[in-house]
């Protein structure tokens, strides 16, 4: 089994136990590395069968307001995206848990000098990273960091929006390597009151392009929205909920968090 089949496998295995896959996103570094490495690793504890590690940047342009507010604090605090890789590399030295790397295109563009993609690929493979999904990436414009990504075996998820045509819905399908990551809604992430009614249509018209899993995320964030999810998609990825509980309780409510959802997760 390659790194970068891993991701999709996993997906599957959740799948053939008769429930969807549960995705948790956590910030690093928030509310500081050593309890974000412990929030994540209590999600994994409680049943989450992906990790995905946000890596703050500065104008995050998908994120809501309790994402962009935590990983402002962990910018302000300092730290860099050598010190998430750190926290990266002790989180999955205990955990069998597979991570993914979540962050925007120009903070991997930026890294390492003149081998840019190349380095930010080797030393996220090197801290046990699986994947990669790097949100403002268009799929038609992804081939180089795609090809940098397999070359290391990491994973690289596209996104997938409403709003999107056939053919660019086609395009993601055939630059992912994970899975597809359905928006449920147009704006920014966050916990809503209620799913999009355009989440599911979605997800069909995905999977008319490819057998690749479809995980839903943005706007799910109750043990309910996840258990709806479950009953159309693969997978349930789950953020703000879950970096709310971590900024309030710690590694206990996110654990407690992550327990109701993946009991959601499990189709009835």
Known sequence: MSDASLVEKTVRAANDEGRAALVIYLPAGYPDLDTSRACLAAAAGAGAD????????????????????????????????????????????????????????????????????????????????????????????????????????????FLAAPTSSEQRLQAVADASSGFVYAISTLGVTGERASLSAKAAPLVQRVRACTDRPVCVGIGVSTRAHAAEVADFADGVIVGSAAVRAAGEGGPDAVAALVTDLAEGCRRR
């Open 50 to 157: 992906l990790l995905e590690v946000g890596f703050p940047y500065s104008d995050p342009l998908m994120d809501g307001p309790v994402i962009q507010a935590a990983c402002q604090a962990a910018l302000e605090q300092g730290y860099t995206p050598a010190d998430d890789l750190a926290m990266c590399a002790g989180l999955t030295a205990n955990t069998d848990v597979p991570a993914l790397v979540m962050t925007y295109y120009n903070l991997v563009w930026h890294y390492g000098g003149t081998e840019r993609l190349d380095a930010f690929a080797a030393d996220a493979a090197a801290a046990g990273l699986v994947g990669a999904i790097l949100p403002d990436l268009p799929a038609d414009e992804g081939a180089p960091w795609a090809a940098a990504a397999a070359a290391h075996g990491l994973a690289t998820v």
